[in-house]
């Protein structure tokens, strides 16, 4: 016997959300559930079409996934960012970017023993894979904390979750000559790239970061934000093709492959770009009302150059400012869910409607 999972693995942080929540519902207009940030606007007629038009699958696909797929994130790269020198085999689909996420350490035959590494702030699925492969998880934002030693994995993540940071150029590429230099995979999760506020956004796939090889990285993206089809579990991962060889093989064992109806919906919305553009519109307006609204009402926001939350604080522990805004029907993440360091944050999503995020901002005021 291993044990129970719950001596092996943290609290699943959003149950300890119940009580807060329910203060929030009770509110006379109902709750604004800012905690998850879960995209709440249609998916893409596009995307929709493709799926119904693929409807028919009676076989089955395949772990690779269509060579058509994958040469459609060759081309979103190079399209949306610049991205030049990568081909479909240096590209593996996956079954949302928290599967993947998830099992990779086990999936790279990590174990006892081997380091993760992750931002102090962090999603938490990235200390949870590491616990679950049995590796000894370690929180760091500087490569300097690990001395002479090095992490057999490390994770960044711009624009980050949940607290918005978006790294420089200078900073992903002296990390990747680090990562380098010790023989370390180093993992960018780079799914809010298109959600860039403040600044520029940046992937350690571009040649100005990675000197034109791929070597030792991998980058994960993900369709549920950009194409608001968290409901349909499609993602990718694209980096050093031995790596990806490897995980294909194994995957292949495993049987994680995308439907094949949901592999022609991520095609057709990667290549369209004008949903994204309209989504992004929609962002950036709620932020704005959003952030207005709690600047006002005495909030302090830091970070949040990028991705779908505001990092915001009162000066005092985050359960109390949870309990506050509860009061008033919204509810928000505590930033200790992403690690000691966010004790006194609250991360505030602006994925909900215009007309919640606008009774939140009535709320505030």
């Given at each position: 016997?291993?044990?129970?999972?719950?001596?092996?693995?943290?609290?699943?942080?959003?149950?300890?959300?119940?009580?807060?929540?329910?203060?929030?519902?009770?509110?006379?207009?109902?709750?604004?559930?800012?905690?998850?940030?879960?995209?709440?606007?249609?998916?893409?007629?596009?995307?929709?079409?493709?799926?119904?038009?693929?409807?028919?699958?009676?076989?089955?696909?395949?772990?690779?996934?269509?060579?058509?797929?994958?040469?459609?994130?060759?081309?979103?790269?190079?399209?949306?960012?610049?991205?030049?020198g990568v081909t479909p085999d240096q590209v593996l689909p996956t079954v949302g970017s928290k599967e993947f996420i998830g099992n990779l350490p086990v999936q790279l035959g990590l174990g006892p023993g081997d380091v993760v590494a992750f931002p102090t702030l962090?999603?938490?699925?990235?200390?949870?894979?590491?616990?679950?492969?049995?590796?000894?998880?370690?929180?760091?934002?500087?490569?300097?904390?690990?001395?002479?030693?090095?992490?057999?994995?490390?994770?960044?993540?711009?624009?980050?979750?949940?607290?918005?940071?978006?790294?420089?150029?200078?900073?992903?590429?002296?990390?990747?000559?680090?990562?380098?230099?010790?023989?370390?995979?180093?993992?960018?999760?780079?799914?809010?790239?298109?959600?860039?506020?403040?600044?520029?956004?940046?992937?350690?796939?571009?040649?100005?970061?990675?000197?034109?090889?791929?070597?030792?990285?991998?980058?994960?993206?993900?369709?549920?934000?950009?194409?608001?089809?968290?409901?349909?579990?499609?993602?990718?991962?694209?980096?050093?093709?031995?790596?990806?060889?490897?995980?294909?093989?194994?995957?292949?064992?495993?049987?994680?492959?995308?439907?094949?109806?949901?592999?022609?919906?991520?095609?057709?919305?990667?290549?369209?770009?004008?949903?994204?553009?309209?989504?992004?519109?929609?962002?950036?307006?709620?932020?704005?009302?959003?952030?207005?609204?709690?600047?006002k009402a005495g909030f302090e926001i830091t970070h949040s150059q990028g991705s779908l939350y505001l990092w915001a604080t009162r000066g005092e522990h985050c359960r109390d400012t949870v309990a506050w805004l509860a009061e008033r029907g919204i509810l928000v993440?505590?930033?200790?869910?992403?690690?000691?360091?966010?004790?006194?944050?609250?991360?505030?999503?602006?994925?909900?409607?215009?007309?919640?995020?606008?009774?939140?901002?009535?709320?505030?005021?």
């Amino acid at each position: 016997m291993t044990g129970p999972v719950s001596a092996r693995l943290p609290v699943f942080p959003w149950d300890t959300l119940a009580e807060a929540k329910a203060r929030a519902a009770a509110h006379p207009d109902g709750i604004v559930d800012l905690s998850v940030g879960a995209p709440v606007d249609d998916s893409p007629q596009v995307a929709q079409d493709a799926l119904a038009k693929a409807a028919n699958a009676p076989g089955y696909p395949t772990v690779f996934g269509p060579v058509s797929l994958r040469q459609s994130v060759v081309d979103w790269l190079a399209r949306r960012f610049g991205i030049t020198g990568v081909t479909p085999d240096q590209v593996l689909p996956t079954v949302g970017s928290k599967e993947f996420i998830g099992n990779l350490p086990v999936q790279l035959g990590l174990g006892p023993g081997d380091v993760v590494a992750f931002p102090t702030l962090a999603y938490p699925t990235y200390e949870v894979g590491a616990r679950y492969a049995r590796c000894e998880p370690v929180a760091a934002d500087s490569t300097v904390a690990f001395g002479p030693s090095a992490p057999r994995l490390l994770y960044l993540n711009s624009p980050a979750n949940p607290h918005g940071q978006v790294l420089g150029a200078d900073h992903l590429r002296k990390t990747v000559e680090w990562c380098r230099e010790r023989g370390t995979l180093l993992v960018s999760d780079e799914c809010y790239l298109e959600f860039v506020w403040e600044g520029e956004a940046t992937s350690v796939l571009h040649p100005d970061i990675n000197g034109g090889s791929l070597e030792g990285i991998l980058a994960v993206h993900s369709l549920s934000k950009r194409s608001n089809l968290a409901g349909y579990r499609d993602a990718f991962v694209v980096g050093d093709q031995a790596v990806i060889g490897e995980l294909l093989a194994l995957r292949k064992h495993l049987g994680f492959m995308l439907p094949a109806p949901v592999a022609a919906a991520m095609e057709a919305a990667l290549g369209d770009d004008a949903h994204v553009d309209a989504q992004r519109e929609r962002y950036a307006r709620r932020r704005a009302v959003l952030r207005s609204a709690l600047e006002k009402a005495g909030f302090e926001i830091t970070h949040s150059q990028g991705s779908l939350y505001l990092w915001a604080t009162r000066g005092e522990h985050c359960r109390d400012t949870v309990a506050w805004l509860a009061e008033r029907g919204i509810l928000v993440a505590p930033g200790e869910f992403y690690g000691p360091a966010g004790a006194r944050h609250v991360r505030v999503g602006f994925t909900a409607t215009d007309e919640r995020i606008a009774a939140a901002a009535a709320r505030l005021a």
